[in-house]
T-cell receptor, first 117, second 114 residues
Framework: AQKVTQAQTEISVVEKEDVTLDCVYETRDTTYYLFWYKQPPSGELVFLIR??????QNEISGRYSWNFQKSTSSFNFTITASQVVDSAVYFCALSEEPSGGSYIPTFGRGTSLIVHP | EAQVTQNPRYLITVTGKKLTVTCSQNMNHEYMSWYRQDPGLGLRQIYY???????DKGDVPEGYKVSRKEKRNFPLILESPSPNQTSLYFC?????????????FGPGTRLTVL
């Protein structure tokens, strides 16, 4: 069974600080997909990244970066020089390779990031 | 503009009164899915569809139906809503469930069943 743990319920930082959101996953599959989503206070969901298990290269997109480490089953998300607009709840998710046709992601409980000016 | 639209955005209804939440995407995506979000339970997938006429159950399909008669539309149907279906619902679409393409979400539908 797949499982995603986001141990940090809430993180509070001051603008311009770097912050890392942790995501630890459990799966028995060798092929799986990892995701990060953002949900700002306005409530919409925003897709940030999807990574498959065969691609362990770190990803950077502007101030966002993701560190995928199979050895520790982690897919951590770092925001560099945080801004107030980064304040949101961030979700990590895992989906195993479909077996029998099923494709059902499991989401972590989310980490609420508060960036103070 | 690439987008997923959902309607209605807000709905208050009563137990047992059938309702449909519409979802439409303009990106010719094959993969579409529905999620519900509840405090304490997080996000859970209700149904998904890999293509026209191909739908499958997610984590919490009980009490819901879907259809995919056209690629762009993926309505969520509650035949007999109950209070435990009070939730925030999101529709999403992408080219496929795998790969690295972007997944797009609708703005959400906040449903209250009295």
């Amino acid at each position: 069974a797949q499982k995603v743990t986001q141990a940090q319920t809430e993180i509070s930082v001051v603008e311009k600080e770097d912050v890392t959101l942790d995501c630890v996953y459990e799966t028995r599959d060798t092929t799986y997909y990892l995701f990060w989503y953002k949900q700002p206070p306005s409530g919409e969901l925003v897709f940030l990244i999807r990574r498959n298990s065969f691609d362990e290269q770190n990803e950077i997109s502007g101030r966002y970066s993701w560190n995928f480490q199979k050895s520790t089953s982690s897919f951590n998300f770092t925001i560099t020089a945080s801004q107030v607009v980064d304040s949101a709840v961030y979700f990590c998710a895992l989906s195993e390779e479909p077996s029998g046709g099923s494709y059902i992601p499991t989401f972590g409980r989310g980490t609420s990031l508060i960036v103070h000016p | 503009e690439a987008q997923v639209t959902q309607n209605p955005r807000y709905l208050i209804t009563v137990t047992g009164k059938k309702l449909t939440v519409t979802c439409s995407q303009n990106m010719n995506h094959e993969y579409m899915s529905w999620y519900r979000q509840d405090p304490g339970l997080g996000l859970r997938q209700i149904y998904y569809s890999m293509n026209v006429e191909v739908t499958d159950k997610g984590d919490v399909p009980e009490g819901y139906k879907v259809s995919r008669k056209e690629k762009r539309n993926f309505p969520l149907i509650l035949e007999s809503p109950s209070p435990n279906q009070t939730s925030l619902y999101f529709c999403a679409s992408s080219l496929s469930p795998y790969g690295t393409d972007t997944q797009y979400f609708g703005p959400g539908t906040r449903l209250t069943v009295l």
